[in-house]
Nanobody
Framework: QVQLVESGGGLVQAGGSLRLSCAAS????????MGWFRQAPGKEREFVASIRWSGASTSYADSVKGRFTISRDKDKNTMYLQMNSLKPEDTGVYHC????????????WGQGTQVTVSS
């Protein structure tokens, strides 16, 4: 059973940085795509970034391009999201997710970690 556990959220001032981690277990993930999503209060969940576990090709939402970097450490089975130049509109609960590369869906989700950016 795939399990995903996020950590690294917190309160930061605008312009600051945070690094989120997603510890993954239950699979080798070699055929998976992993992603970060976020949900702000009163808003729908939105895509932030994704990475192919093997080969490391990445994709980003336009709103975070140039500020966020997604990466993964295959030896540690951990995915990261480095967030720089944070803005108040980046506030939300950040979830990591996993799905088979051949599928458009993310089948496994973590519980989420709160990120709050103060102005």
């Amino acid at each position: 059973q795939v399990q995903l556990v996020e950590s690294g959220g917190g309160l930061v001032q605008a312009g600051g940085s945070l690094r989120l981690s997603c510890a993954a277990s239950g699979s080798t993930f070699i055929t998976y795509r992993m992603g970060w999503f976020r949900q702000a209060p009163g808003k729908e969940r939105e895509f932030v970034a994704s990475i192919r576990w093997s080969g490391a090709s990445t994709s980003y939402a336009d709103s975070v391009k140039g500020r966020f970097t997604i990466s993964r450490d295959k030896d540690k089975n951990t995915m990261y999201l480095q967030m720089n130049s944070l803005k108040p509109e980046d506030t939300g609960v950040y979830h990591c997710a996993a799905g088979l590369w051949a599928s458009a869906a993310y089948d496994y989700w973590g519980q989420g970690t709160q990120v709050t950016v103060s102005s």
